[in-house]
């Protein structure tokens, strides 16, 4: 087990820097025209992919770091760039994740270097879990997956919304009920391959921020995929329902679903973007403090400022310390016994809401404009506390975990 540290190591603070250039020479001087595009930023992610960034061998190294530090300082530099295009450039991770958390080693080597693809042939992939009528409500999912014994496929059938990369994705992962009876317990998550019958592209949403990632509905009809597409296997499925089938007559202990495995493992990295944001957005203020003169001196000078700056560069070093200790944990297997997983995404998001806010504030009516990037940036942090658990469920979440009462 790796020892917990602040310090990063010499192979980490190049890879850190290394990213940062890459976040300051490409995605900064894009950012503003694939806001106003709202579209995918392909050229982005196209130079990302021949670098080496968008590539499954840096995901897995930074996945892998055994001291839990490479996903979120990588999170951290590529959304202080910008958080739409680095979205799109980190958005397939989150479908990797869902494999990881939740596939065989063979399903794990099959599927996910198809999502990534190689920089000549950019592959995206995309995880489907939210429903029109299910958010954060897992347990009111409607896509219903019914096995077919004898040609031993899977039958999905049902509509997900909010999916990053949705319809785009040459590898969907989808979230589907298995056993209605169980609520959130029985569900399973299934790849769907490229090219299958019966998937196809529902609305595309236009947002309010992250509006260079592309967001849009997954519609399921009669989608047929090999058994082999269940992730984890059908006898571990099997035997995971029956355990909670017979929990669930004994009043007994919670079992995961599939969708909370995948979001128990990324929320750390969610609150590492908050913190790039946020990060980004003092930069800006700092700076714009230090230059921009009123009265005859720079507005750095009056305390209403620069106490503002003191605070803001506060909480972003204490919601950095949160995500890097969950992350330390989750990759040591670490426990979330106070739910620190969740607490580092709570304080994140709601830091670079407060964050981005105030930089708007302290630049005045230029913060309001878009010729300055604090108000993109702000648009951008409403999103942290809304996907992958809004900032109620992670309360909700955390005061569970802490009091063991299945408070409502």
Excluded at 134 to 158: C, F, H, L, P, Q
Excluded at 198 to 222: C, P
């Amino acid at each position: 087990m790796a020892e917990f540290t602040m310090e990063l190591n010499d192979e980490q603070k190049e890879v850190r820097d290394w990213l940062h250039g890459f976040a300051a020479d490409v995605i900064r001087p894009a950012a503003a025209e694939w806001d106003e595009r709202e579209e995918t930023p392909w050229p982005v992610i196209q130079e990302a992919a021949k670098v080496g960034i968008y590539s499954l061998d840096f995901y897995a190294q930074q996945y892998f770091d055994p001291t839990g530090l490479g996903i979120p300082m990588a999170m951290e530099e590529l959304f202080w760039g910008d958080a739409g295009i680095a979205l799109s450039i980190v958005g397939t991770g989150l479908a990797a994740v869902g494999v990881l958390a939740n596939g065989t080693e063979e399903q794990i080597g099959t599927w996910v270097p198809q999502m990534y693809g190689d920089a000549n042939d950019v592959k995206l992939a995309a995880f489907c879990s939210s429903e029109p009528d299910a958010g954060s409500d897992v347990a009111s999912m409607r896509t219903r997956a019914v096995y077919d014994e004898a040609k031993d496929e899977w039958v999905i059938n049902g509509t997900k919304t909010w999916a990053t990369n949705g319809g785009i994705a040459n590898v969907h992962v989808v979230v589907a009920v298995v056993d209605p009876e169980l609520g959130s317990k029985g569900h399973a998550s299934f790849i769907v391959p490229p090219n299958t019958p019966g998937l196809a592209q529902g609305q595309k949403f236009k947002k309010h921020g992250i509006r260079a990632s592309h967001t849009a509905e997954v519609v399921l009809d009669n989608v047929r995929v090999p058994g082999s597409c269940l992730l984890g296997g059908k006898a571990k499925l099997d035997e995971r329902l029956a355990r909670a089938r017979e929990r669930a007559k004994a009043g007994g202990e919670r079992v995961k679903n599939a969708a909370m495995a995948t979001f128990e493992a990324s929320r750390p990295a969610v609150g590492a973007m908050a913190v790039g944001t946020a990060r980004a957005a003092y930069e800006v203020a700092l700076d714009y403090a230090m230059t921009r003169e009123q009265f005859g001196r720079p507005i750095i000078d009056n305390q209403g400022v620069a106490f503002q700056l003191a605070e803001m560069a506060t909480q972003i070093d204490a919601a950095r310390l949160l995500v890097w200790r969950a992350s330390w944990m989750a990759v040591n297997g670490k426990p979330f016994t106070a739910a620190e997983g969740s607490m580092s995404k709570l304080f994140a998001s709601e830091t670079a809401k407060k964050v981005t806010a105030q930089a708007i504030q302290i630049l005045g009516g230029n913060g309001y404009t878009r010729e300055y990037p604090v108000e993109r940036m702000h648009r951008d942090s409403a999103i942290y506390t809304i996907f992958e658990g809004t900032s109620e469920i992670q309360r909700l979440v955390i005061a569970r975990t802490l009091s063991g009462m299945p408070i409502r």
